[in-house]
């Protein structure tokens, strides 16, 4: 019984409590912040060593448009209604060929004022006839004649404005009503936007009514940042990728750079020429621009280890095990993975490029305590 007992007490008695494991917190010791050797939060902030700078790959949005300087738009000069389309979507057109015709009373009139001006230029060549035969014969005198000179010169004027005016859309003689819309360029008709019958006018036109291009030259819009600018300038050569063509690699040349940034993107539109014989990209086909840029002497790191504390940029450096300090840097370049270092960090040394905003608010933590103590004492 008396076994049993003290087997019972023994049980009943609760069970030693195991020791704490407790860390020292990191201290500042001449401006660094030193972690003990066997604190936790060690395993918590990866280094790696600074690199020397070299040229980046540096990778761009695009797209593709056509290419405006081998394109046209074509617009209703004047009112009337479709009778006949000649051409359509992916057909290739030759330079003045008609692509569609329009009855138009509005060319009508105009072609009407042709043959009119053409009538009252001979009428007056007629007068001018009779008023030389006149002077000759001593009837008439001097400012007659040159009154009748100036009336046929302003009647040929007219005349030529109007040939000029109906001449410009495709007819130099009689009334047809008939209006042609041409195209003034070889290339393909990539844009059709009318059909037989209807009625456009000039004025409520938001499309044009053909649209003609060389397909085998786009454009390439680029849009680029600040820092690219000074690799991107007229004639630098670029290299586009096609998602949709990832095999395929196609070459473009630069020919323009805005000298505005846009206020939403904060981009800076480029403009690049690209060759496309054999038509296997397409008006808004997106795509990547990838070119190497040239960078200035420095050392590279990845973005997670730059902060900013105000305007200055600063990185964590190990210098020893469990010693780090933060060091003030300047920037060259700031890319989305990578930043380059201009001043401020030397190849090879380790600075933190994880939990570094832990290592930041235990510095400050560190820096308060020290700064109490020191205030403290007497």
């Known amino acids: 019984m008396a076994l049993a007992v003290l087997a019972l007490l023994s049980a009943c008695q609760e069970p030693p409590s195991e020791p704490l494991v407790t860390s020292t917190s990191p201290i500042i010791?001449?401006?660094?912040?030193?972690?003990?050797?066997?604190?936790?939060?060690?395993?918590?902030?990866?280094?790696?060593?600074?690199t020397r700078a070299q040229d980046?790959?540096?990778?761009?949005?695009?797209?593709?448009?056509?290419?405006?300087e081998k394109t046209q738009r074509i617009y209703p000069a004047f009112a009337g209604r479709v009778t006949h389309i000649k051409a359509d979507i992916g057909q290739s057109v030759n330079a003045?060929?008609?692509?569609?015709?329009?009855?138009?009373?509005?060319?009508?009139?105009?072609?009407?004022?042709?043959?009119?001006?053409?009538?009252?230029?001979?009428?007056?060549q007629k007068a001018l006839a009779r008023q030389r035969e006149?002077?000759?014969?001593?009837?008439?005198?001097?400012?007659?004649?040159?009154?009748?000179e100036a009336e046929a010169a302003r009647a040929q004027?007219?005349?030529?404005?109007?040939?000029?005016?109906?001449?410009?859309?495709?007819?130099?003689?009689?009334?047809?009503?008939q209006l042609g819309l041409r195209s003034d360029i070889r290339g393909v008709v990539v844009e059709r936007n009318l059909n037989p019958g209807q009625e456009v006018r000039p004025e409520s036109v938001n499309a044009p009514l053909f649209v003609v291009s060389d397909p085998t030259s786009l454009w390439a819009q680029i849009d680029a940042q600040e820092a690219d600018v000074p690799d991107l300038r007229p004639g630098a050569k670029v290299v586009l990728i096609v998602p949709t063509l990832p095999d395929r690699r196609f070459e473009a040349t630069i020919a323009a750079v805005t000298d505005q940034i846009d206020p939403t993107t904060r981009t800076i539109k480029i403009r690049a020429v690209v060759a496309n014989p054999q038509r296997l990209l397409?008006?808004?086909?997106?795509?990547?621009?990838?070119?190497?840029?040239?960078?200035?002497?420095?050392?590279?790191?990845?973005?997670s280890a730059v902060f900013?504390?105000?305007?200055?940029?600063?990185?964590?450096?190990?210098?020893?095990?469990?010693?780090?300090?933060?060091?003030?840097?300047?920037?060259?370049?700031?890319?989305?993975?990578?930043?380059?270092?201009?001043?401020?960090?030397?190849?090879?040394?380790?600075?933190?490029?994880?939990?570094?905003?832990?290592?930041?608010?235990?510095?400050?933590?560190?820096?308060e305590?020290?700064?109490?103590?020191?205030?403290?004492?007497?």
Not at 60 to 66: D, H, N, S
Not at 103 to 122: H, K, L, V, Y
Not at 134 to 145: E, I, M, T
């Open 157 to 177: 004027a007219d005349v030529t404005r109007a040939q000029a005016r109906t001449s410009l859309y495709g007819s130099t003689s009689g009334v047809t009503l």
């Open 96 to 124: 003045g060929q008609e692509l569609a015709l329009l009855a138009s009373p509005e060319f009508g009139a105009a072609q009407a004022d042709t043959s009119r001006a053409r009538i009252d230029a001979q009428l007056a």
């Open 308 to 367: 900013l504390r105000g305007n200055q940029h600063y990185v964590f450096v190990k210098s020893d095990l469990g010693l780090f300090s933060p060091r003030d840097v300047k920037l060259s370049y700031e890319g989305p993975k990578t930043v380059l270092l201009s001043e401020g960090l030397k190849e090879g040394e380790q600075v933190v490029i994880q939990n570094g905003l832990l290592l930041a608010r235990e510095l400050r933590i560190a820096q």
């Open 282 to 303: 397409k008006n808004e086909m997106l795509a990547k621009v990838h070119y190497q840029r040239k960078v200035a002497p420095g050392v590279e790191v990845p973005a």
């Open 134 to 148: 006149l002077f000759d014969a001593g009837v008439v005198a001097r400012k007659d004649l040159e009154q009748a």
């Open 29 to 50: 010791q001449n401006q660094e912040l030193r972690y003990p050797a066997d604190h936790p939060q060690l395993l918590l902030l990866t280094t790696t060593p600074a």
């Open 56 to 68: 980046m790959a540096v990778e761009l949005p695009a797209r593709f448009v056509w290419n405006e």
């Open 369 to 378: 305590a020290a700064h109490t103590i020191q205030a403290a004492k007497p």
